[in-house]
């Protein structure tokens, strides 16, 4: 499998994680869409860190060829993939506002006297 069909599996499942397996859905949010760009900057400062001064070399006939400040587009791909899946699996177990505590997480703690 070249890194390329890997990067675009890995979306695809990050994608269909979010929003058919934990119905998180927030690919269809502002909340995403705005704070990914922060994400999405400071990749590129570590990618073009890494792949500019060649601590990380890629087989050229395993990639499109396609770089952005010096990675990848594979390389962003990656890290949307793990990006999204990181923030719907954490939003899906987190505890709701006024839920009751799940199992292992205890409720509300009475001051001492």
Do not use: K
């Not at 499942?13 to 900057?41: H, K, M, N, Q």
């Not at 400071?42 to 400040?69: E, K, M």
């Amino acid at each position: 499998m070249t890194y390329t069909a890997a990067a675009c599996a890995g979306v695809l499942v990050a994608v269909v994680l979010d929003v058919s397996v934990l119905r998180t859905r927030l690919l269809f949010g502002r909340v995403f869409w705005c704070s990914y760009p922060i994400v999405f900057g400071f990749q590129l400062l570590s990618n073009g860190i890494l792949t500019g001064r060649g601590v990380v070399l890629y087989n050229p006939a395993d990639i499109l060829g396609l770089r952005l400040v010096h990675a990848p587009v594979e390389d962003l791909a990656f890290g949307f993939a793990l990006v999204l899946s990181t923030l719907s699996v954490w939003t899906r177990l987190r505890p709701r506002a006024g839920s009751p505590p799940g199992p292992g997480r205890s409720g509300p703690r009475e001051p001492r006297p």
